[in-house]
């Protein structure tokens, strides 16, 4: 069973960039996809960005495209988002998922994630 755990969140001002991690372990197999959600106070998951484990090939929700960048480590050990010109509504508690993929497409669907992190809160004053 794949293990993630979120950290990096914190309290930044508007205009900041933060970087969030994910720490990924308990991958058997290669055609995993990984991805990161957010969720606002009173609000669905948002999905952000996936990636596919295996070749590090990208795809980002249009909302986000150009700010938030996805990546992972060459060890295959650490999934990442760069956020850059963070705004208030950036605030979200962010979320690392993952799912075993039999298909190259990533999904932006957060019910297709069976394995989730326990998120780490990103507060974004203005």
């Known amino acids: 069973q794949v293990q993630l755990a979120e950290s990096g969140g914190g309290l930044v001002q508007a205009g900041d960039s933060l970087r969030v991690s994910c720490a990924v372990s308990?991958?058997?197999?290669?055609?995993?996809?990984m991805a990161w959600f957010r969720q606002a106070p009173g609000k669905d998951h948002e999905f952000l960005a996936g990636?596919?484990?295996?070749?590090?090939?990208?795809h980002h929700a249009k909302p986000v495209r150009g700010r938030f960048t996805i990546s992972r480590d060459n060890a295959k050990t650490t999934l990442f988002l760069q956020m850059n010109n963070l705004e208030p509504e950036d605030t979200a508690v962010y979320f690392c998922?993952?799912?075993?993929?039999?298909?190259?497409?990533?999904?932006?669907?957060?019910?297709?994630?069976?394995?989730w992190g326990q998120g780490t809160q990103v507060t974004v004053s203005s």
């Open positions: 998922a993952a799912r075993r993929a039999y298909l190259d497409l990533i999904v932006p669907d957060r019910l297709s994630y069976n394995t």
């Open positions: 308990r991958v058997q197999y290669d055609n995993y996809h």
């Open positions: 990636l596919r484990w295996n070749d590090g090939t990208a």
